[in-house]
């Protein structure tokens, strides 16, 4: 069986403003262990922007947890080199949960410095407003330090309103799904 036979059966290719290819498909169990190696690799504010405290490893639980994830209530993407799971590095991971018993889903993001500003970020975030607005919910937010000017700026570009919260050097960012109306990535298109 060739690796592309042995790739989830929905996965797009996209090519980076550096050339570089890139499959952006659903998470899977074998990701685990790269995954863990890849967070070895992570500048410790990357970290911080992501998990909002420092973490010094990515714990086999927690990328036992994130790689398995429960197909009614979550969804959650990478950005990987285009290698069977297991053997392909993971760049990029894009995470939306159904808060339980709301329309509601909270997601969470993080592209590796290695590979950022070339357009994975909006990417993954459109492909998260469009698996919500498949699962007819009402509202996807998240909660971004204030000093975070990539992801505010990037929500802000998809229609996301900024919303204070309790917590102090918080913002919480949120889209209303019945209003928004976010253009669709092409598949195969070029990114950056
Ligand atoms: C925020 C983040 C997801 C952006 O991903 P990315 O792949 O670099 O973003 P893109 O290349 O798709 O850029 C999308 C937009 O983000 C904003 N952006 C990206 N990098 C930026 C930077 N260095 N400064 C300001 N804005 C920036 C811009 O609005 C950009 O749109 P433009 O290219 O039209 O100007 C990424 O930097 C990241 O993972 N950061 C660490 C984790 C994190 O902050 N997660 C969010 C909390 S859950």
């Known amino acids: 069986?060739?690796?592309?036979?042995?790739?989830?059966?929905?996965?797009?290719?996209?090519?980076?403003?550096?050339?570089?290819?890139?499959?952006?498909?659903?998470i899977r169990p074998a990701d685990a262990e790269p995954l863990r190696a890849a967070f070895a690799l992570l500048e410790p504010d990357e970290v911080r922007q992501r998990f909002l405290y420092a973490k010094p490893e990515l714990s086999p639980e927690t990328a036992s947890r994130l790689t398995q994830p429960n197909p009614k209530s979550e969804f959650?993407?990478?950005?990987?080199?285009?290698l069977t799971p297991g053997d392909a590095l993971v760049g990029a991971v894009a995470r939306a949960a159904i808060l339980p018993g709301t329309r509601q889903a909270e997601f969470h993001i993080l592209v590796s410095h290695y590979v950022a500003g070339m357009g994975l970020g909006r990417h993954l975030m459109r492909r998260l407003v469009r698996w919500?607005?498949?699962?007819?919910?009402?509202?996807?937010?998240?909660?971004?330090l204030e000093e975070n000017e990539p992801m505010l700026a990037l929500a802000k570009s998809l229609g996301f309103q900024r919303e204070?919260?309790?917590?102090?050097?918080?913002?919480?960012?949120?889209?209303?799904?019945?209003?928004?109306?976010?253009?669709?990535?092409?598949?195969?298109?070029?990114?950056?």
Request: charged share 25%; proline share 11%.
């Open 164 to 192: 204070s919260i309790d917590t102090p050097g918080m913002v919480r960012v949120s889209l209303e799904l019945k209003r928004a109306a976010t253009p669709e990535p092409t598949p195969g298109m070029t990114l950056g």
């Open 1 to 26: 069986m060739t690796a592309r036979n042995r790739l989830p059966p929905w996965h797009e290719e996209i090519r980076l403003a550096n050339g570089r290819q890139v499959l952006i498909r659903p």
């Open 132 to 144: 919500a607005k498949g699962k007819r919910l009402e509202r996807l937010y998240g909660d971004v």
């Open 76 to 82: 959650v993407l990478v950005a990987a080199e285009p």
